[in-house]
């Protein structure tokens, strides 16, 4: 038996688009309700350029929620992702300032971050260390030597050709918004119809059944923590090129967001079962909270707090769910 043919309880794609359709159809309604609501109260929040902000300024984290959401899937956790972005993008930020090929500066954070998560994957899966505290280290280890290396100085005087987050397909479509829409749409469709993708269910699911079964689990957890970089090389990219100054620090709690939006978005905690479209629109719906206190006169610190609440709930509805199934 191969990963295309494993149809456990846990890793059975077909049973789990069935579970999580209410959690994404739940989600856009969220998205949309929330919008109509804030919109009656104060209705600049329905405006173009505030919808428009909502999207763009955080269709980084929603692409980083993409990867995360793999990783969490494959019954792991990076607490990292947040120091990587931060790294990754005064790295592209540099190199442009010193007059590398704008290319160049595109193309060396998603390498980097593969490079990283990889190393991290590794020690994970063949040193047998806990995801949690590999992560920690490296969480450590980049925040500590970006602060080292640039002294905490911005950078300043980008070229104009380095704004990638700036231009348009068609004249129309934002580039955030479109690396957002088609990096979901792949992830979807890979997880769901590629033997690697539901080998990452299978490892999550049930990791000796998954062994039995043919699947390396050392080897998937390689591929999905690279894949992890890819995605945060991507986030790191647009969160640099969306700025004209890049801090040389690391985003506050943004790994705290990334796995909020991934685990509202449906994904178990404990492995095995959830889907990348479902953080997508849980990223949106966090940013759109966001952006909501503010026009309802309260005050954005109360975003940690919901984001607290979401995690809980999502957490106890899904151990509950999980709970009803074993009975069943």
């Known amino acids: 038996m ?27 309604i969220a998205v949309i309700g929330l919008a109509i609501l804030v919109g009656l109260y104060n209705p600049r929040f329905l405006a173009t350029r505030n919808l428009s902000d909502v999207l763009l300024g955080n269709a980084y984290i929603a692409v980083a929620a993409v990867g995360m959401s793999m990783v969490i899937i494959s019954g792991n956790i990076d607490i990292s992702v947040g120091s990587l972005i931060g790294v990754l993008a005064t790295l592209s930020g540099t190199l442009a300032v010193n007059g590398l090929p704008i290319i160049v500066t595109w193309l060396a954070p998603l390498v980097v971050g593969i490079l990283v998560m990889a190393l991290q994957g590794a020690i994970i899966a ?8 590999v992560t920690l280290g490296m969480l450590s280890i980049l925040k500590g030597g970006l602060i080292s290396a640039t002294g905490g100085k911005w950078i300043t005087d ?68 690279a894949l992890h970089g890819l995605f945060a090389g991507i986030a790191a990219l647009l969160y640099a090129t969306q700025l004209r100054v890049i801090q040389s620090t690391v985003p506050p709690n943004l790994e705290l967001t990334i796995i909020t939006a991934a685990v509202v978005g449906g994904v178990s905690i404990l492995g095995g079962v959830g889907t990348v479209i479902g953080s997508t629109l849980a990223a949106i719906l966090i940013a759109e909270i966001a952006s909501a206190l503010v026009f309802i006169d309260v005050s954005p610190y109360w975003i940690r707090a919901v984001q607290g609440v979401l995690i809980l709930v999502t957490v106890i509805a899904d151990i509950l769910r999980r709970r009803r199934m074993a009975g069943a």
């Not at 063949?126 to 505290?133: D, E, K, Q």
């Not at 068609?170 to 080998?199: D, E, H, K, Q």
């Open 158 to 225: 980008l070229p104009d050709g380095f704004h990638l987050a700036d231009t348009e397909l068609f004249g129309a479509v934002p580039m955030p918004v479109f690396l957002m829409i088609v990096a979901t749409i792949l992830a979807a469709l890979w997880m769901r119809y590629s033997a690697p993708g539901r080998a990452i269910y299978a490892v999550g699911g049930n990791a000796e059944a998954a062994r039995l079964c043919g699947i390396s689990q050392p080897r998937t957890i390689v591929m999905v923590f």
């Open 2 to 28: 191969t990963a295309a043919t494993f149809t456990s309880a846990e890793a059975d794609p077909r049973r789990l688009l069935k579970a999580l359709a209410s959690q994404e159809a739940l989600l856009a």
């Open 126 to 133: 063949y040193l047998r260390i806990p995801a949690i505290v």
